[in-house]
Nanobody
Framework: QVQLVESRGGLVQAGGSLRLSCAAS????????MGWFRQAPGKEREFVAA????????YYADSVKGRFTISRDSAKNTMYLQMNSLKPDDTAEYYC?????????????????WGQGTQVTVSS
């Protein structure tokens, strides 16, 4: 029904920047929330940021506030994550996700579709 395609990640030095995108496509679908999660080796998948599609309200994990910016282009059904001042602790596989109806923005199980994941590595 819905496919999510993420841009490629990359390797950057600490203090650098990287921009990720996630494009949604399908037959017919609605978007309530789109968000980003990440998973580092040996750790649980954790919430990073989310955006409510209708009004554009944004939400961030404490660990990325002030450094990451989430945005959306509704006409393109595309979400972006601008990552600045990157730290080695940001190294993880990043997943985009889409919630069609009324889920909690930070709850993994409330999202209906997931992207393939993309690796972001931040070196010292």
């Amino acid at each position: 029904q819905v496919q999510l395609v993420e841009s490629r990640g990359g390797l950057v030095q600490a203090g650098g920047s990287l921009r990720l995108s996630c494009a949604a496509s399908g037959r017919t679908f609605s978007i309530y929330t789109m968000g980003w999660f990440r998973q580092a080796p040996g750790k649980e998948r954790e919430f990073v940021a989310a955006v409510r599609w209708s009004g554009g309200n944004t939400y961030y994990a404490d660990s990325v506030k002030g450094r990451f910016t989430i945005s959306r282009d509704s006409a393109k059904n595309t979400m972006y994550l601008q990552m600045n001042s990157l730290k080695p602790d940001d190294t993880a596989e990043y997943y985009c996700a889409l919630d069609q109806e009324y889920g909690l923005f930070s709850k993994r199980s409330d999202y209906d579709y997931w992207g393939q994941g993309t690796q972001v590595t931040v070196s010292s």
